[in-house]
């Protein structure tokens, strides 16, 4: 079965740390991955995709085949990264379905 | 992001109603779906339409309906709402394009529905 897991419903951390957003899969084929970002008040949006490889408001994700995961990054914090951040997979190339993580909060405190 | 909009934005109705959310863009985009947000389970997909003439079951279908008026236009309904229907219920776009990766999915507003 197809599945993405997000383990943590609340990361909290303060300005300047490191953040890491975990995000596991299962799917046996060659999936894409993303990480969409809602922030307060605003919609739902892309942040980035494997794919693409590029760095967006200085996080990062490499997709892991090995260990099904595709975790997010940043080294330095920002209070503005507060917000809802949701691993998505896209199984089938082209379909443009969708299945989301849980979803995780990234609190970060001054 | 004001390409894709969604009415009404809240609506408390009580059990047994018939309800349809909207939901419209000016994209430009073949692509459409509903989605439904809630606490602890993520988004998961309802409905999605690949044109005008193309609708297909998402992961929870049932007890939801949708139509796809014209290009531009998705809209979701809820014959007989429930209480667990309750949720934040959001629809999104996409291009269809040539390529054969996923393309970026744009989202509306939200919707809150509250079944009482």
């Known amino acids: 079965a197809q599945r993405v897991t997000q383990p943590e419903k609340l990361l909290s951390v303060f300005k300047g740390a490191p953040v890491e957003l975990k995000c596991n899969y299962s799917?046996?084929?060659?999936?894409?991955l993303f990480w969409y970002v809602q922030y307060s008040r605003q919609r739902l949006q892309l942040l980035l995709r494997h794919i693409s490889r590029e760095s967006i408001k200085g996080f990062t994700a490499d997709l892991n085949k090995g260990e099904t995961s595709f975790h997010l990054k940043k080294p330095f914090a920002q209070e503005e990264d507060s917000a809802m951040y949701y691993c998505a997979l896209s199984a089938t190339s082209n379909t443009g379905k969708l299945i989301f993580g849980q979803g995780t909060t990234l609190q970060v405190k001054p | 992001d004001a390409d894709v909009t969604q009415t009404p934005r809240n609506r408390i109705t009580k059990t047994g109603k018939r309800i349809m959310l909207e939901c419209s863009q000016t994209k430009g985009h073949d692509r459409m779906y509903w989605y439904r947000q809630d606490p602890g389970l993520g988004l998961r997909l309802i409905y999605y339409?690949?044109?005008?003439?193309?609708?297909n079951k998402g992961e929870i279908s049932d007890g939801y309906s949708v139509s796809r008026q014209a290009q531009a236009k998705f809209s979701l309904s809820l014959e007989s709402a429930i209480p667990n229907q309750t949720a934040l219920y959001f629809c999104a776009t996409s291009d269809s394009g040539q390529g054969i990766h996923t393309y970026e999915q744009y989202f509306g507003p939200g919707t809150r529905l509250t079944v009482t």
């Open positions: 799917y046996s084929g060659s999936p894409e």
């Open positions: 339409s690949f044109d005008v003439k193309d609708i």
